[in-house]
């Protein structure tokens, strides 16, 4: 069996809640850490809630990464969905992390999309843009 | 032990690739399920690859639903994550199940933001929505 997609469903704990409640600082390192993992960003939404909490995505051609944010339990909740093999998620994770300023942090891998192949064959990834959307970056 | 959040992942396989590789239709089938399990829509990015797939997101008051779709191996890969009681995502699958054609469905549910709290005591959800941003649907 191989996997089309990796997803990793990460819980940070113990964030800075005054950045996890800053709309434009969740936005942009989320953007941050997404380009530093060299992925291409297609789209990205953010909004603020009130009183307080944030919910955003990012397109990417590899697949997406989502945040939710709950500054009254420094909790953020970010999924990180990528496929193939030229994205490492763990740097996404790493640079939220670090910029969140959460000090327990918990992931999970799933794998997405599984199929069975012949001995030596590969799975065909969807195919990295060509032209039919536009990259942001 | 509470949560804050709950997310399906789901896995369509067999699905119609017609559909699924139609990013008219699989936009509306999403925001028309999203509507049917009563979520506040806040905002909606749809994709199409060359020559196939689709990504896409819809960001509801109560978290969010994602989508990425391999028409060439008839799957469809879903995220549906939310807060609160007040929705259920099973009905977001089951619609969405019903207008892929889906024939194999697999889905995990999934616990996000678990805190410890005392006897009788609940978690707070995000407020829905309350001026901050503007529902959609």
Chains 1, 2 share one sequence.
Request: hydrophobic share 40%; proline share 4%; charged share 20%.
């Amino acid at each position: 069996m191989k996997a089309l997609g990796r997803q990793i469903l990460v819980e940070f704990y113990d964030c800075d809640a005054d950045v996890i409640n800053d709309v434009t600082m969740v936005e942009e390192i989320l953007l941050t850490a997404t380009r530093a993992a060299k992925a291409s960003i297609i789209s990205h939404n953010f909004h603020k809630f009130s009183p307080h909490g944030i919910s955003g995505t990012v397109v990417i051609a590899e697949s997406h990464v989502a945040i939710h944010t709950w500054p009254e339990y420094n909790y953020a909740a970010v999924d990180i969905f990528t496929c193939g093999e030229t994205i490492d998620p763990w740097i996404i994770q790493e640079y939220i992390k670090e910029h969140f300023f959460s000090k327990n942090v918990s992931s999970m891998e799933m794998k997405r999309g599984m199929f069975k192949v012949g001995p030596g064959e590969e799975l065909l990834f969807k195919p990295k843009n060509s032209g039919a959307v536009k990259i942001l970056n």
